[in-house]
Nanobody, 126 residues
Framework: VQLQAFGGGLVQAGGSLRLSCLVS????????MGWFRQVPGKEREFVSA????????YYQDSVEGRFTISRDNAKNTVYLQMNSLVPEDTARYYC????????????????????WGQGTLVTVSS
């Protein structure tokens, strides 16, 4: 089982990054996917989620309007387009697969997700 997140890096405030998460070894298309982020010393927090069909999305208030989540079921990949980045977005970003299939009511709790990637580091300089 692998959830490989990549696309992180160093960017100036106001810039953009696109994260990708390639999923292998487990079923992808029937499950909602989420992105979380974590700063050392703090709890991992929810960023965004997308339903299994890709038609439903859910965002944390602080990223609404700046981040866009999407998925390509043919490529087993979920994306997070991050625009207008601010230093407070600095964190390691993790992708995760929802625990149950065919879920429409997306939730932000970490216990709703079972498989996690290793994360990719995003650093936003001021």
């Amino acid at each position: 089982v692998q959830l490989q997140a990549f696309g992180g890096g160093l960017v100036q405030a106001g810039g953009s990054l696109r994260l990708s998460c390639l999923v292998s070894g487990i079923t992808f298309r029937d499950y909602a996917m989420g992105w979380f982020r974590q700063v050392p010393g703090k709890e991992r927090e929810f960023v965004s989620a997308i339903g299994w069909r890709g038609t439903r999305t859910y965002y944390q208030d602080s990223v609404e309007g700046r981040f866009t989540i999407s998925r390509d079921n043919a490529k087993n990949t979920v994306y997070l387009q991050m625009n207008s980045l601010v230093p407070e977005d600095t964190a390691r970003y993790y992708c995760a697969r929802y625990r149950r299939p065919y879920v429409s009511n997306l939730k932000s709790g970490r216990t709703e997700y079972d498989y996690w990637g290793q994360g990719t580091l995003v650093t936003v300089s001021s």
